[in-house]
């Protein structure tokens, strides 16, 4: 199956969507399909090639790149627009069996164009912008729509609750890559690794470093808990995360990692951190991909009851969940668990095993398996 995977961001990037994109691309190759990625070119930076984009997300599967000149480089809403409409006019699509795409223009321009289409996002979009809720629905009615792929239940409620069929939408969660997990680390041996205090108890947060993602509870948890040590991976400057972090001697701020060298930052934790506030969710995080590393690392993972990630993260099972935008019980809880290292090793088990059925390569399998049987 040849497939033309439609992106209309720079990569490579840090952002998180062309870390999900390249996965993805690699899982499904891995299981057999024939992907082309194609990306907007930048007047103002060579286009990086298939090799390159590898080699900077870690990944050895083979697929091939197609760079379109951008046509609004500096304008990233028109930008959005027109790669999509500029990749459906391309004659060179007419190649492939469908086009697969997480951007909304390049779904409605392709299906206008007449090529097959697959759809995938992380946002429940009908619930977050009501005024899309028609366009999804006469769109993913369309003879030439093949499946749209979600994230979580909680995004595919969404869009089924806006009057897409159920049949439509499938739940795809994300995944990660085993062999970036090598090799295992006890805590004491990751710690050492990155000069870390070997004994101090130790929360580890990774992703973006923006007060956004709820850090701003993470510090002031932080300044309650002096015993224990809070390890922040991921900044890329010194915003306000970092200029508060600076007056906390407990907190490490670390910078953004390449996916192959995360695992000993998460193997160096007791506790894996999901900031306690509902708050991502409203800035369109909804079921973080840092999630799925966190339960491969096989360490006891805290953060908040939050309706996205109540699909797999279960109370006092394989997760501690306290409640959201409650700083202080999140301090009391956590405290109350840095105090019961069984407890933690429990829910850290559990969390492991749970791990198990979320590899990019499983989800890569599943992806081809669907839409090979959504064309048929």
């Known amino acids: 199956m040849r497939i033309a995977y439609v992106l209309d961001e720079p990569v490579p990037s840090t952002e998180t969507s062309t870390e999900q994109a390249v996965n993805t691309i690699a899982g499904v190759s891995r299981a057999g399909g024939d992907l082309t990625l194609f990306l907007p070119r930048s007047m103002m930076a060579a286009p990086a090639d298939a090799r390159t984009i590898r080699d900077y997300y870690g990944v050895t599967e083979p697929f091939e790149v197609r760079h379109l000149r951008s046509a609004f480089p500096s304008n990233r809403p028109l930008e959005k627009l027109a790669h999509g409409v500029r990749a459906s006019l391309d004659p ?42 028609p366009v999804f629905r006469t769109a993913m009615r369309r003879r030439n729509f093949v499946q749209a792929f979600v994230h979580s239940e909680y995004a595919r409620d969404s869009f089924i609750s806006a009057g897409v069929a159920a049949e439509r939408v499938e739940v795809l969660h994300n995944g990660f890559e085993p062999a970036r997990m090598q090799p ?95 708050a991502p969710m409203k800035s369109n995080t909804v079921l973080p991909m840092k999630l799925f590393l966190y339960l491969a690392a096989g360490r006891a993972i805290f953060g908040p009851d939050a309706p996205d990630t109540a699909e797999l993260l279960h ?49 890569g399998r599943r992806l081809l398996a669907a839409l090979q049987q959504g064309i048929r």
């Open 92 to 133: 060179a699509l007419r190649n492939y069996d469908l086009v697969y795409t997480r951007n909304i223009a390049t779904m409605l321009a392709a299906l206008t164009a007449g090529h097959r289409v697959a759809y995938e996002t992380y946002r429940p979009w009908p619930t977050q912008y009501p005024v899309l809720a």
């Open 184 to 278: 295992v680390l006890s805590k004491a041996e990751a710690r050492q690794q990155l000069g870390l205090p070997v004994d101090a108890p130790t929360i580890t947060y990774t992703g973006r470093v923006t007060m956004a993602k709820g850090l701003g509870i993470a510090l002031e948890m932080a300044q309650r808990l002096p015993e224990a040590q809070f390890v922040i991976v991921g900044s890329e400057g010194q915003g306000e995360v970092e200029q508060r972090a600076s007056t906390l001697a407990n907190v490490h701020i670390f910078d953004w990692q390449p996916a192959d060298a995360l695992a000993p930052f998460l193997y160096a934790a007791d506790l894996l951190f999901l900031p306690p506030t509902l």
């Open 315 to 363: 109370h006092d099972d394989n997760a501690w969940l306290t409640r959201p935008d409650d700083t202080q019980t999140a301090i009391a809880d956590l405290r109350a668990l840095l105090a019961n290292p069984d407890h933690i090793d429990r829910l850290a088990a559990r969390s492991l095993e749970l791990s198990e059925q979320f590899t990019w390569e499983a989800r």
